[in-house]
T-cell receptor, first 112, second 113 residues
Framework: DAGVIQSPRHEVTEMGQEVTLRCKPI?????LFWYRQTMMRGLELLIY????????DSGMPEDRFSAKMPNASFSTLKIQPSEPRDSAVYFC??????????FGSGTRLTVV | TQLLEQSPQFLSIQEGENLTVYCNSS?????LQWYRQEPGEGPVLLVT?????EVKKLKRLTFQFGDARKDSSLHITAAQPGDTGLYLC?????????????FGTGTRLTIIP
């Protein structure tokens, strides 16, 4: 298995632009998580899905953030409009019930 | 909100030395996991502990879950440069399965050759 695949690896965008981050989880995993990591705040859970259904989005900072999981093999995290304070590394992770998470390599987002 | 405090925040030691890092919370967790993260990559799972008092060994790494399931420690014997990285503990509050993990603040470990 290729693991959790995220794209792009790096994204630089201007303030106000829409940004879409993509994730392909490990086949057969039933949970998918979106995290954001910064030096100041560490790893923060944004949202997670179980069997493609959003379970907890309480970590989503504000309405500018949205996430979808249209099928078991694909998820997106969208920021519209983006702001400089959204600059961070965004991780997607997937897991199977009761087992540890497998993280992707992350997307480093820079909003200028 | 469960908080996991890790200490020390930064640790730099010579190759061959032993070290212990700690993960503490006021909350009880059904299980606790340790991850290591290298620059430019996502965290990688090292171990999961589920029983209070449980000790697990992974080569030179020894993990312990506190009796009350509120804290954990990671001990590394004879540290090597390859052990360098960010060590994260993560606790699961749910008794029903995976659910969401709360990650600790992290310990950034540097092993000097």
């Amino acid at each position: 298995d290729a693991g959790v695949i995220q794209s792009p690896r790096h994204e630089v965008t201007e303030m106000g632009q829409e940004v879409t981050l993509r994730c392909k989880p490990i086949s057969g995993h039933d949970y998918l998580f979106w995290y954001r990591q910064t030096m100041m705040r560490g790893l923060e859970l944004l949202i997670y899905f179980n069997n493609n259904v959003p379970i907890d989005d309480s970590g989503m900072p504000e309405d500018r953030f949205s996430a979808k999981m249209p099928n078991a093999s694909f998820s997106t995290l969208k920021i519209q409009p983006s702001e400089p304070r959204d600059s961070a590394v965004y991780f997607c992770a997937s897991s199977l019930f009761l087992y540890g998470y497998t993280f992707g390599s992350g997307t480093r987002l820079t909003v200028v | 909100t469960q908080l996991l405090e890790q200490s020390p925040q930064f640790l730099s030691i010579q190759e061959g030395e032993n070290l212990t890092v700690y993960c503490n919370s006021s909350s009880v967790f059904s299980s606790l996991q340790w991850y290591r993260q290298e620059p430019g990559e996502g965290p990688v799972l090292l171990v999961t502990v589920v029983t209070g008092g449980e000790v697990k060994k992974l080569k030179r790494l020894t993990f312990q879950f506190g009796d009350a399931r509120k804290d954990s420690s990671l001990h590394i014997t004879a540290a090597q440069p390859g052990d360098t990285g960010l060590y994260l503990c993560a606790g699961a509050a749910s008794n029903f399965g995976n659910e969401k993990l709360t990650f600790g603040t992290g310990t950034r470990l540097t092993i000097i050759p």
